[in-house]
C-alpha cells in the first residue's frame, strides 16, 4: 500500500481524491481556521503577523494568480509551501527548498508535568527562543493558532512547541525548539508528545513538515511514531511589478 494511501488514522480518502493534507492550508482556511482568513477571490491566506502560510487553489488559474499578487502587493516575495504547480509568466521563484510531511502512526503521546501553557505575554520570550533556534516562521501573533507549551530553567523558556495548521480533523506541531544549553535532555520530545496529547484529545490526528535533508529531525520523528505521508516543498517567488 502506498505511503500516501495509509496517511491519516481513521481517514478514508478514495483513491485519486485530494486529501486534506495535500493542501493544509486551504482545508485549515476554510475550516477551523476561517477566522483568521484574509481572502481575494478564491486566495486565501494568514495575516502576515501570524503565518506566511497562504492557499492557493488546487489547480489555480491566471485569474487566481493576478488575485494573489494583488494581495500581496506587486513585486512581493511570497511564501508558496507546498506547491508543486508551474508558475505563471512573470514569476521568479525566490527560495526552494524540498520538504516532508508525517503524520501521526503509533506516537506515545503523553501529557508533561513541567511543560506550561505559553500565552501573549510570552511571545517576547517565545520570538528570542526562535530567534536562537530556527525552527522556521514564528511571528509576534502565531501563538493564537493553537496551544504552545513551554518549559522553563531558573525562569527562562528554554523550549517549546506547538499548533499551527488545523485542517478538519487534523493539527499541524510546529515551532519546535530547544536553546543550545538545554539540548541532550529530551525536552523537544516531550514536548512534541504533549502538544500530540491535546491534539488526540480533541479527537484528531498530529501532522507535521520539515525539510527532507533535516535528517536529524526525520530521526527523531520517526522514532516517536510519526510516519512519512508525502514528500513536498516549501518554496517563495516574486509577483510580477504588474499584476494581471
Request: charged share 25%; net charge neutral.
Amino acid at each position: 500500500m502506498s505511503v500516501i494511501a495509509r496517511a491519516g488514522a481513521g481517514t478514508q480518502t478514495p483513491a485519486g481524491a485530494p486529501h486534506v493534507l495535500d493542501n493544509p492550508a486551504r482545508a485549515s482556511l476554510t475550516g477551523p481556521h476561517a477566522r483568521f482568513a484574509e481572502r481575494r477571490g478564491r486566495v486565501l491566506r494568514y495575516p502576515v503577523d501570524m503565518s506566511p502560510w497562504l492557499a492557493l487553489p488546487d489547480e489555480p488559474d491566471a485569474r487566481d494568480w493576478a488575485d494573489l499578487a494583488a494581495l500581496a502587493g506587486p513585486g512581493a516575495e511570497i511564501p508558496l509551501p507546498g506547491y508543486r504547480g508551474e508558475l505563471p509568466e512573470g514569476w521568479e521563484i525566490t527560495f526552494r527548498v524540498e520538504g516532508v510531511q508525517f503524520v501521526d502512526d503509533a506516537l506515545a503521546a503523553a501529557p508533561d508535568a513541567e511543560a506550561v501553557r505559553l500565552g501573549p505575554a510570552d511571545v517576547p520570550e517565545m520570538l528570542d527562543l526562535v530567534a536562537r533556534t530556527q525552527p522556521g516562521p514564528f511571528e509576534s501573533r502565531t501563538v493564537e493558532l493553537g496551544t504552545y507549551l513551554g518549559i522553563r530553567r531558573g525562569g527562562a523558556l528554554v523550549a517549546m512547541a506547538g499548533e499551527r495548521l488545523h485542517p478538519p480533523g487534523w493539527t499541524e506541531i510546529s515551532a519546535v525548539c530547544t536553546d543550545p544549553a538545554a539540548r541532550g535532555e529530551g525536552l523537544a520530545t516531550r514536548l512534541i508528545l504533549a502538544v500530540a496529547h491535546g491534539i488526540r484529545e480533541r479527537g484528531e490526528t498530529p501532522f507535521l513538515h520539515t525539510g527532507a535533508h533535516n535528517t536529524r529531525a526525520i530521526r527523531l520523528y520517526e522514532s516517536l511514531g510519526f510516519r512519512l505521508r508525502r514528500r513536498t516543498a516549501f518554496l517563495a517567488a516574486r509577483a510580477p511589478v504588474t499584476a494581471g
